[in-house]
């Protein structure tokens, strides 16, 4: 767990801060020694001790003697404290080091109770056709014809919001000039292999709320998308770029494979597109915003682990979606409403004294997007 790390760090720290201590006492004995052997050779001298001279040596090597056993009893008095401290935080590190031990069987029983649930709906359901190739499907996509994207867009970003990881709201203008309408998947989105231009979704078939409102309620439920409406239809279409959200064209949607693992995507698979797989499949129903926050951070990472295993039961469906356009219009729009953002920014930062910030984006698919 985290705390276990954070302790086994703050033991390691004060175990050094002790060590250093040590040494510096041991520092301290061994110069206090020298200096009374050299005390003891002087007050031995009976010239030197008569002599004002030596008396005056004598006195100022004896005020360093009592310096230094001051500062030793202090750095005594800290090793002391710190050793206090250590084996506190050592008992503290010793008593949380079995939890992950513990949170990891519990979280692994948990993850098999999920799956019993799903297997009991699934049991429940009517028949349907399923377990189609995705990669077939994925294939079939790249081998559809594309539309040539002239040269000079190719090495323009294609960067339209920057520093945004959501699909902020288009203007009228923006929404007017889309051709059939937009569309924005997030991280659910995976690229045919270069140089296709074309992409498949994947969005869950089932969704799971583990905190039913209602008692007794199923946990697992058939899952609702909004992109499944989307087939047959022409959408301009936004997609993910680095750390930025940019415009891929216009494409037509095409139904794709129902009841898919998504460990037979193939290469496309990665944690980010499993976490999103999680997320989406997590469907919540309470309002309180410390309850969902808890309950996505418990859940989360295990429905992404249900994702994982290739012979489990949760599956996915497919959208094509092939590129049949660029919206030069649309582009437009959106590329002088970033230029104006940029130059508000950069006129603000004048403002305030501070560096301003241009970033133009990463544009990472061009090669993809022709």
């Not at 801060?17 to 110069?31: A, C, F, T, V, Y």
């Not at 409406?229 to 279409?237: H, L, N, Y």
């Not at 996915?316 to 230029?339: E, H, M, P, W, Y």
């Not at 950069?346 to 910030?357: Q, R």
């Amino acid at each position: 767990m985290g705390d276990a790390a954070v302790d086994d760090g703050i033991v390691k720290f004060l175990a050094a801060q002790l060590k250093e201590s040590r040494d510096e006492i041991q520092r301290l004995k061994q110069e206090n020694q020298s200096l009374k052997e050299k005390l003891g050779i002087l007050r031995a001298d009976g010239s030197a001790s008569s002599s004002a001279t030596g008396g005056s040596l004598v006195a100022q090597l004896q005020a360093k003697i009592n310096a230094l056993q001051r500062e030793r009893d202090e750095a005594l008095a800290l090793a002391e404290t710190c050793q206090v401290v250590a084996d506190a935080w050592k008992t503290r590190y010793e008593q949380l080091k079995p939890q992950p031990a513990e949170s990891a069987a519990s979280n692994l029983q948990l993850l098999g109770t999920i799956k019993t649930e799903l297997v009991q709906f699934l049991g429940q359901q009517p028949p349907c056709p399923g377990g189609e190739d995705p990669v077939k499907f994925r294939a079939f996509m790249a081998t559809l014809p594309a539309t040539m994207i002239p040269e000079s867009f190719k090495q323009e970003s294609r960067v339209v919001f920057k520093g945004a990881s959501k699909l902020p709201l288009l203007s009228k203008a923006a929404v007017k000039a889309c051709i059939g309408g937009f569309a924005f998947f997030g991280d659910l989105l995976v690229w045919c292999t270069p140089p296709s231009q074309h992409a498949c979704v994947l969005f869950p078939e089932n969704e799971y709320n583990p905190k039913p409102a209602t008692q007794g309620a199923p946990t697992w439920s058939k899952a609702t998308s909004e992109w499944a409406a989307f087939v047959g239809q022409q959408r301009d279409v936004f997609y993910v770029d680095g750390e930025n959200i940019s415009y891929a064209g216009t494409f037509i949607c095409h139904t794709g494979s129902k009841g898919a693992s998504v460990s037979k995507i193939g290469d496309a698979v990665d944690e980010t597109l499993l976490g999103a797989l999680a997320k989406k499949t997590l469907h919540l129903d309470t309002k309180n915003p410390k309850t969902r926050s808890n309950l996505v951070k418990t859940y989360t990472p295990l429905l992404a682990d249900l994702y994982r295993d290739d012979s489990g039961p949760a599956t996915v469906q497919l959208l094509g979606l092939q590129r049949v356009g660029f919206n030069q219009t649309l582009f437009d729009i959106l590329t002088t409403a970033s230029k104006k953002r940029d130059h508000a920014a950069a006129f603000a930062a004048d403002l305030l004294g501070g560096p301003s910030s241009d970033d133009v984006g990463s544009p990472t698919k061009r090669a993809a997007l022709g």
